[in-house]
């Protein structure tokens, strides 16, 4: 149904450790910038990161610099987003996003296809 599908929420003691997975459904991104976004309970939509792989290049938020690395397997055509050291304030709809370009920046507008979310809960 979806173009993107992100599994691999869950809930997780602060702390702990969590991998993020999207993949393609449908059709293939080959090609495309992929980023993550998370939107907290009352919360406008946060940029975590985003890799190209035709550059190539990763961009950070700086909340989650050191803690999560974004990565891309483009045989399976899917991107990762592994956290670590996960603390409350990662709580949120974790969103995988696709640039048909190169973008990698943090505006959500930028990005032509998304995910439905999976959630993620650090509890304390």
């Known amino acids: 149904q979806e173009q993107l599908v992100e599994s691999g929420g869950g809930l997780v003691q602060a702390g702990g450790s969590l991998r993020l997975s999207c993949a393609a459904s449908?059709?293939?991104?080959?090609?495309?910038?992929m980023g993550w976004f998370r939107q907290a309970r009352g919360k406008d939509r946060e940029f975590v990161a985003a890799?190209?792989?035709?550059?190539?290049?990763?961009n950070y938020a700086d909340s989650v610099k050191g803690r999560f690395t974004i990565s891309i397997d483009n045989v399976k055509n899917t991107v990762y987003l592994q956290m670590t050291s996960l603390n409350p304030e990662d709580t949120a709809v974790y969103y995988c996003?696709?640039?048909?370009?190169?973008?990698?920046?943090?505006?959500?507008?930028?990005?032509?296809?998304w995910g439905q979310g999976t959630q993620v809960t650090v509890s304390s």
């Open positions: 890799i190209s792989s035709t550059v190539p290049a990763t």
């Open positions: 449908g059709r293939t991104f080959s090609g495309y910038s």
């Open positions: 996003a696709a640039d048909r370009g190169s973008y990698i920046g943090p505006w959500a507008g930028e990005y032509d296809y």
